[in-house]
């Protein structure tokens, strides 16, 4: 190794931090003892009574069923919507004290899917969901207020004019119908 190859290598002691992984500096960290829902897990412990949402590109729901599983059974979240869940008609939406709503595509792209606290008063709201965005709209009524939940997921071959115009017409549509509770 030269001086100057010495002089830019990592000491021993060097720990990585986030950003020299995101900035693919080439050093792997072992996170198998990382909770990566430690945020979550804190938030719901400093709000055990809010109602926590949460949302992930899942890429492929198939091979991550029982990561996503241990995810619901930790009681970490209320309702979880997950985008590109690439399913079809043959894999199975039971899951236990959850309620299960999905908008296939195919399995080979595209999809939403949400998982609801099955104790929450609600349920799904077709007339919220767009028309041509993926998306599934959740109601929910607490002791005093009624909320709507939109689990949503843009195509990349999706024009953007045409996700504007879909998006401005059913978030009118949802306004409007708000109003007349």
Known sequence: MSKEEESNAPSPNYLPSTSDVNNNIGIEIDESDHDIFKDLVKLRRDAPSNIICAYLNINSYRYKFESIIDLLNRNIVDILFLSETKLDD???????????????????????????????????????????IESIALEVTTEDHKWLFIGAYKQPSMPDSKFSTDFNLTTDKVIKNMILF
């Open 90 to 132: 043959s894999f199975p939406d039971v899951v236990d004290n959850f309620s299960f709503y999905r908008s296939d595509r195919n399995k080979y792209g595209g999809g939403v899917l949400a998982y609801m606290r099955s104790d929450l008063a609600g349920d799904r709201n077709k007339q919220a969901e767009f028309q041509d």
